[in-house]
């Protein structure tokens, strides 16, 4: 059967294209992409072509298919998966494979595996390390985000401190603790701060910083609420309108620092405040992925001896994560919807990766099954003058504050223009 989908054939080229799938082998699984996020890591991959370490050398000659954070159904399953998948289920999918050691990931390495495609098939690999995972709530576009919470979750989780009596390590957020998310506000701070919220172990006092007022306000509006009810205090900080950022914010833990951290940015400045703010034997996890090999920022050995304080760096997440990140969004615990900024069809991954440092706002959704520019939520009103389509989804925001929904998507799926 014939595809169409985002190819990579070495920096800075992607491509739109159709093509034949090969008849799926035993050990494979053949499915439908419904939804899948643009990330980070894309453009990463996009712009280090066959350099990138997960992309193979040949690119050139044998493109691989885009985009790792995707929901869809199974459509035909290999006879050795025929008792443990039913065709018609909704799944998400883990990137991390990591099988054998490899690096080898889809949206990275495959010729058929990727998000950004109407349909792909699935490697034994991905079955074997039980990396295709159902999904039973509703709509597709949660589930595609389950990959990015993820990989918060995962870091969250690698948060630790010691036992001064015992060599025991403890892992989590503590419980009734202090936190703070440094540059908290883009896509991957949003998921952070619903899972600090969300999660088993959750923070008593939760302080999360950015340069961008509106982007603060944003998340005060949608966040504010929900700590409220779940009895968390939480603050949002521009800590670029601060005289001394340090001062203020220690104050506001009562000079204690903080017992968990994450840095959601690559700037030298964000991670010496954050250890600057590190309680005894809190710990730092440095979230964002710096492009730059000789990345470094300064650190003050002395208080990391005498209290005790733990910096770590953790990327991606694993198959516990996403599987804990499906729970709570079937369970109506977490809230991907405010992570969505944009959406989009097929026809505008290409433009939207090989751009996405340049294009603001939080994730950029993309309908694979869909001809769509990729639009802005916040532009649907204006749209809607001249587009009964997005007339309707711009109704349909509204009366979900502002957020994409379950419902924006269905009729989007149901009345938008097919590929």
């Known amino acids: 059967m014939k595809t169409k989908a985002v190819r990579l054939y070495g920096k800075m080229d992607l491509r739109l ?4 799938l090969p008849e799926i082998k035993d050990d494979e699984i053949l499915v439908k992409v419904s939804a899948d996020s643009l990330c980070m890591s ?20 044998n493109p691989i298919i885009i ?4 929901s869809g159904e199974i459509v035909q399953i290999g006879e050795k998966w025929q008792g443990k998948y039913k065709a018609g289920e909704k799944f998400s999918l883990q990137p991390a494979i990591n099988y054998k050691g490899s690096m080898d990931s889809p949206g990275y390495s495959y010729k058929y595996c990727g998000g950004d495609a109407t349909y792909m098939i699935l490697p034994p690999e991905v079955m074997i390390m039980n990396c295709l995972l159902p999904y039973r ?7 595609a985000l389950s990959e990015p919470y993820s990989c918060v979750i995962g870091a969250c989780r690698s948060l630790y401190r010691t036992d001064r009596q015992k060599h025991i390590h403890y892992l989590g957020i503590k419980e009734g603790g202090r936190m703070a998310i440094l540059g908290g506000c883009g896509p991957m701070g949003l998921a952070a701060i619903d899972y600090a919220l969300a999660g088993e172990f959750r923070p008593r006092q939760l302080i999360v910083t950015d340069l961008d007022n509106q982007r603060l306000q944003r998340a005060q509006s ?3 609420p929900i700590a409220e009810k779940r009895g968390i205090s939480l603050l949002f900080i521009n800590s670029g309108e601060l005289d001394n950022p340090h001062q203020f914010i220690m104050r506001l833990t009562e000079n204690e620092g903080f017992d968990d951290m994450l840095v959601m940015v690559p700037f030298a400045d964000a991670l010496e405040l954050g250890e600057s703010l590190l309680g005894f034997n809190g710990c730092m996890n440095f979230f964002a992925g710096p492009t730059d090999e000789k990345f470094s920022a300064r650190l003050n050995y002395y208080d990391v001896h005498y209290t005790e304080k733990h910096i ?9 994560d996403m599987t804990e990140a499906l729970e709570l969004m079937e369970s109506g615990l977490l809230s991907p919807e405010v992570l969505v900024t944009h959406i989009g069809g097929l026809d505008a991954v290409a433009e939207a990766t090989l751009n996405l440092p340049a294009i603001p706002g939080g994730k950029k959704l993309i309908y694979t099954g ?3 520019p990729l639009t802005a939520l916040n532009d649907l009103p204006e749209l809607a003058e001249n587009s009964r389509l997005f007339k309707e989804l711009a109704e349909i925001v509204k009366r979900n504050n502002g957020l994409w929904s379950v419902e924006a998507e269905n009729y989007l799926l149901e009345n938008g223009e097919k590929i």
Do not use: C, M, Q, W
């Open 137 to 143: 709530g509703e709509g597709y576009f949660n589930a």
């Open 17 to 20: 294209e159709e093509f034949e």
């Open 67 to 70: 985009g790792h954070e995707l």
């Open 42 to 61: 894309s453009y990463k991959a996009a712009k280090l072509g066959e350099d990138h370490k997960r992309v193979p050398d040949d690119v050139a000659d």
């Open 222 to 224: 949608i966040f504010g």
């Open 312 to 320: 770590i760096g953790t990327t991606g997440g694993n198959v516990d």
């Open 370 to 372: 869909l001809s769509l």
